[in-house]
């Protein structure tokens, strides 16, 4: 089962307020309306504590976020650097091993579609197999 922990917030809140107006100087369940205080403050403050997680969590997620864009960035650098090194090179083990194909290994991506029987007349319509 779920707590509800906005609704028994909600409750003390009142419990609260009604004690202290009407009945300050009375103990109940054994509590003082002070102790009853400091049961409602200790709760109240793992909420605030939550609440800067909370906050700290959403900065840390865009400090992290930056962080990997300057990453690729310099990742970005790092490969050129070694594309450009004259002992290395865009065919060296050491850029295939980074996890790129080297130019020696390329493929131009040019393909040409297989011979058809040509377009068909206007009007024809293709035998079904």
Known sequence: MQIKNKHIRLKA????????????????????????????AKADGHRQSLTQMDVDYIATLRFRDE???????????????VKGHEKHGANAALYKA??????????????????????LAPGVVAAAN
């Open 98 to 119: 980074m996890g790129y194909v080297p130019r020696d290994e390329r493929r131009s991506g040019l393909t040409r579609a297989g011979e058809s029987e040509g377009p």
């Open 13 to 40: 809140a009142s419990v609260l307020g009604a004690w202290a107006r009407l009945a300050p100087e009375e103990k109940f369940g054994g509590y003082s309306l002070a102790e009853y205080q400091g049961v409602v």
């Open 67 to 81: 962080a990997d864009l300057a990453m690729g960035e310099v990742t970005l650098e790092v490969v050129d650097g």
